[in-house]
Every structure is written in structure tokens, then in C-alpha cells.
């Protein structure tokens, strides 16, 4: 079964992803926000302020894993992806920024008051678990 259309919804629908990074072996966990670009569903963007801890993280080590954090206690769907990295955009957020209002309207007020400190970072995700339901669990791979 082809499960890219699913991974797409649930991306689109998802607000949050906790993305983890390890270094020196120590893992890290943070909540970002995040939006894709249905054209490349393989590279998801977040937005980090310039002095982020996360920043001097991913300089160290590029891999990375995530899960979108379903919306309510009731809600099953969600993307597992263990096998990613990230870098830093050559996109501005004003390159994106279309893209996150789209997802996270929210984020217009943040982009207005830090919009200028903030930097695009992406993460390509190679692949990924895609959990529909209890019972419907699928895969995606990007290459």
C-alpha cells in the first residue's frame, strides 16, 4: 500500500514535531514548529532563533529523528521518522514564511516580533514510519 498520501495529510494537519538530536551521546529532545512543502514532501523546514542551543547541536551532528505530536489524547495518526537530517536553509523565512502561516496561523504575531532573528533550518527526512491507526502502519522513503 502507498502510504505518501498519508504521510502528507498527517504532516498538514500535525502543528508540532519534537525533533531529536544527539551529540557526545547525549540526546536532546526540543518541540519545534514546523510546515512542508507539498512539492518535496521529503524536507519539512523549522525556524530557530540565531543563538539556539540547537543550532551548535546540529553543527555537531546532522542526524536527526522526529515524530508529529498527535493533536488530542484520542488521536492515533502520526509520522515516525528515524532516519533524517538537518541543515541549515539557503531559504530566508520570508522564503517560507507562506508556508508556515498556511500551517501554523498562529506564528504570524513570533514572525512579526522575531521574524528578523530567526533562521530556516530543514530537515530531510529519509524515512519514515507512518502510523494511521492502531491497526495500519506504514512506511516511506525518500531518496
Same mark, same amino acid.
Given at each position: 500500500?502507498? #502510504? @505518501?498520501?498519508?504521510? &502528507? %495529510?498527517?504532516?498538514?494537519?500535525?502543528? *508540532? $514535531?519534537?525533533?531529536? &538530536?544527539?551529540?557526545? =551521546?547525549?540526546?536532546? +529532545? %526540543?518541540?519545534?514548529?514546523? /510546515?512542508?512543502?507539498? &512539492?518535496?514532501? !521529503?524536507?519539512? #523546514?523549522?525556524?530557530?532563533?540565531?543563538?539556539?542551543?540547537? *543550532?551548535?547541536?546540529?553543527?555537531?551532528?546532522?542526524?536527526?529523528?522526529?515524530?508529529?505530536?498527535?493533536? !488530542?489524547?484520542?488521536?492515533?495518526?502520526? +509520522? %515516525?521518522?528515524?532516519?533524517? !537530517?538537518? /541543515?541549515?536553509?539557503?531559504?530566508? @523565512?520570508?522564503?517560507?514564511? =507562506?508556508?508556515?502561516?498556511?500551517? !501554523?496561523?498562529?506564528?504570524?504575531? &513570533?514572525?512579526?516580533? $522575531?521574524?528578523?532573528?530567526?533562521?530556516? #533550518?530543514?530537515?530531510?527526512?529519509?524515512?519514515?514510519?507512518?502510523? +494511521?491507526?492502531?491497526?495500519? $502502519?506504514?512506511?516511506?522513503?525518500?531518496?
Amino acid at each position: 500500500m502507498e #502510504y @505518501l498520501p498519508d504521510y &502528507t %495529510r498527517i504532516l498538514k494537519q500535525g502543528g *508540532i $514535531i519534537a525533533l531529536a &538530536t544527539s551529540v557526545n =551521546d547525549k540526546p536532546n +529532545v %526540543r518541540i519545534v514548529n514546523y /510546515c512542508c512543502d507539498e &512539492t518535496n514532501p !521529503s524536507v519539512l #523546514y523549522f525556524a530557530t532563533g540565531f543563538d539556539s542551543g540547537k *543550532i551548535s547541536e546540529l553543527e555537531e551532528n546532522e542526524s536527526a529523528a522526529f515524530t508529529t505530536i498527535p493533536k !488530542s489524547h484520542d488521536d492515533t495518526p502520526h +509520522v %515516525r521518522a528515524y532516519n533524517a !537530517s538537518v /541543515c541549515k536553509s539557503e531559504l530566508f @523565512l520570508n522564503d517560507v514564511k =507562506d508556508l508556515f502561516l498556511a500551517h !501554523s496561523p498562529g506564528l504570524a504575531e &513570533t514572525f512579526e516580533m $522575531i521574524g528578523d532573528s530567526l533562521s530556516v #533550518y530543514e530537515i530531510h527526512v529519509k524515512d519514515a514510519d507512518v502510523i +494511521v491507526d492502531m491497526l495500519e $502502519i506504514g512506511k516511506v522513503s525518500f531518496n
